[in-house]
């Protein structure tokens, strides 16, 4: 039991030394490429994510061509310094077509959950009062794309905690232009004829330098209310 405990603990120190190690690293040394089976890894955590009702309504584009990721730098203001140094430099995609009763999602759940028909019958009901009723994600696009992006930002949180558990460096990055990321991707043909589109972006790689202030955060008594 003891053993356990100590196994447990050890764990828990790691995981938070992870957190500890990892910052919003703004430039990478470029000469540092993270192995193949590492970033494997960081995606495999991605893929493993969990999202609301399991609809997995996220795509990883990962931007090694050195023209587009320039032409990516030029409309994102935001990664200018990990566009050109980053090790691997992945673009989220969230789905737009994950209405209750889509071909994405009936596909998604009879060949890849493989769900009996009687079972998708039952729950298409119970699906299409939650995104009508309970969250009203079926009153425009937006809303239903919106949805899709808070899933990916799930799948975002647990690679860059993957990544920092075996020493590699992130940042998560949202300073871009929209609509002129669009339409470089879409140029490109990466959006699935419209049932993708940018959700957020993210690099990875060996940070060029250590970070210049430690990791502050509010203290814990000053974000969490205990309602017994």
């Given at each position: 039991?003891?053993?356990?405990?100590?196994?447990?603990?050890?764990?828990?120190?790691?995981?938070?030394?992870?957190?500890?190690?990892?910052?919003?690293?703004?430039?990478?040394?470029?000469?540092?490429?993270?192995?193949?089976?590492?970033?494997r890894?960081?995606?495999?955590?991605?893929?493993?994510?969990?999202?609301?009702?399991?609809?997995?309504?996220?795509?990883?584009?990962?931007?090694?061509?050195?023209?587009?990721?320039?032409?990516?730098?030029?409309?994102a203001?935001?990664?200018?310094?990990?566009?050109?140094?980053?090790?691997?430099?992945?673009?989220?995609?969230?789905?737009?077509?994950?209405?209750?009763?889509?071909?994405?999602?009936?596909?998604?759940?009879?060949?890849?959950?493989?769900?009996?028909?009687?079972?998708?019958?039952?729950?298409?009901?119970?699906?299409?009062?939650?995104?009508e009723?309970?969250?009203?994600?079926?009153?425009?696009?937006?809303?239903?794309?919106?949805?899709?992006c808070?899933?990916?930002?799930?799948?975002?949180?647990?690679?860059?905690?993957?990544?920092?558990?075996?020493?590699?460096?992130?940042?998560?990055?949202?300073?871009?232009d929209?609509?002129k990321?669009?339409?470089?991707?879409?140029?490109?043909?990466?959006?699935?004829?419209?049932?993708?589109?940018?959700?957020?972006?993210?690099?990875?790689?060996?940070?060029?330098?250590?970070?210049?202030?430690?990791?502050?955060?509010?203290?814990?008594?000053?974000?969490?209310?205990?309602?017994?």
């Open positions: 039991m003891m053993q356990n405990k100590d196994a447990k603990k050890a764990k828990k120190q790691e995981i938070i030394d992870a957190f500890y190690f990892r910052h919003a690293t703004k430039t990478f040394d470029p000469a540092q490429l993270i192995p193949e089976e590492d970033f890894f960081i995606l495999e955590a991605g893929r493993l994510s969990p999202s609301s009702v399991g609809y997995e309504p996220w795509r990883f584009l990962v931007i090694q061509n050195k023209e587009l990721r320039e032409k990516l730098r030029e409309v203001w935001g990664a200018q310094g990990q566009l050109p140094t980053a090790s691997h430099f992945v673009v989220i995609l969230a789905r737009r077509d994950v209405k209750y009763d889509s071909e994405y999602v009936l596909n998604l759940q009879k060949n890849v959950k493989n769900y009996p028909d009687h079972l998708i019958e039952k729950l298409m009901p119970r699906y299409k009062e939650f995104q009723s309970d969250w009203h994600l079926l009153d425009s696009e937006r809303a239903l794309f919106d949805w899709s808070k899933q990916t930002y799930i799948a975002l949180g647990n690679m860059m905690t993957a990544a920092a558990l075996i020493g590699i460096d992130s940042c998560p990055i949202e300073g871009f929209y609509d990321a669009h339409e470089i991707l879409r140029k490109e043909g990466l959006l699935e004829d419209g049932k993708l589109d940018i959700s957020v972006m993210v690099a990875f790689g060996y940070r060029a330098n250590e970070p210049k202030y430690s990791k502050s955060r509010l203290n814990l008594e000053e974000i969490v209310q205990w309602v017994n």
